[in-house]
């Protein structure tokens, strides 16, 4: 085999198509990262990463080991603070004008029980949605967290008892700008919302007489999928440090072969 002097650089050549590629990049790239949490304590997870950038249309392809060159940099540290210098970097290394990334994790929280006061994890899907162009940097805060619902039909057509079930409400926050960055928003508040939006909040462990509160409370509190987005909506509306955002709720209903959802869009 030759060896050559000097390796060519294939993606730095010139494409005569005249097509600009909006996205190229990497993505389901697992990743250990830090994310840090309401007491600002790093908390540690692995993360689905998707990083990409705009492609001028005289540019053959991009340079796939760059991105995690600029991953590798930050020390997987992802944070609302980090995620535009990662951006910055993204567009720089790569010779770029946008660059987006997805950062898709687990994160996990400390739930007592609400009588016994027994403590367990709970989790929730979260993704952080960055994009930086020449003008302006954007950022999304999306969380998913589970709740029960109780259907106030059901309550109110039945002799004894109503059909519940697990749902799951999704929100995506934009937060307003703040300071060259963002307003701060933390993850446990959109699950605080989350959970004030349901009939009842879902716990990882409950003892009997816990049981019997989380029953009874969803009970008290019977809501349509309707609710619960207008319920969300209407908490993330009386926020000023929210800028837009999309609320989404699904029931897994319990007695049908089918789930139930509903959106809200600000703006």
């Known amino acids: 085999m030759s060896k050559k002097s000097t390796l060519p650089d294939i993606q730095a050549t010139p494409d005569t198509r005249g ?46 080991s760059r991105f995690l060159e600029v991953l590798s940099k930050h020390e997987g540290e992802v944070t609302m603070r980090t995620l535009p210098e990662i951006l910055h970097d993204l567009k720089k290394r790569l010779d770029a004008e946008e660059a987006h990334i997805e950062v898709a994790f687990t994160y996990f929280v400390t739930k007592k029980a609400p ?102 409370q969803a009970y008290d509190n019977p809501v349509f999928v309707e609710d619960v987005v207008r319920n969300a909506a209407a908490l993330l509306r009386a926020d000023s440090r929210v800028a837009s955002f999309k609320v989404k709720a699904v029931n897994h209903e319990s007695i049908h072969d089918h789930n139930a959802f509903a959106t809200i869009i600000s703006g």
Request: charged letters at 20%.
């Open 19 to 64: 097509l600009a590629i909006d996205q190229v990049g990497v993505s389901d790239l697992r990743y250990p990262i830090q994310v840090l949490d309401q007491d600002g304590k790093p908390f540690p997870t692995v993360a689905k990463i998707a990083m990409s950038v705009h492609l001028p249309h005289h540019f053959k392809g991009t340079h796939m």
């Open 115 to 216: 009588v016994s006061g027994a403590p367990a994890k709970v989790g929730c899907d979260v993704v952080f949605q960055g994009t930086s162009n020449g003008t302006v940097d954007d950022f999304v805060l999306c969380v998913t967290v589970p709740v029960t619902t109780l259907c106030p039909c059901s309550k109110e057509i039945s002799e004894y008892g109503a059909h519940n079930q697990r749902g799951y409400v999704t929100l995506e926050v934009r937060p307003k700008a703040k300071d060259g960055g963002w307003e701060l928003i933390l993850i446990e508040d959109l699950i605080e919302v989350a959970e004030k939006s349901g009939s009842a909040p879902v716990y990882a462990l409950l003892k009997r007489t816990d049981e019997r509160h989380v029953t009874m």
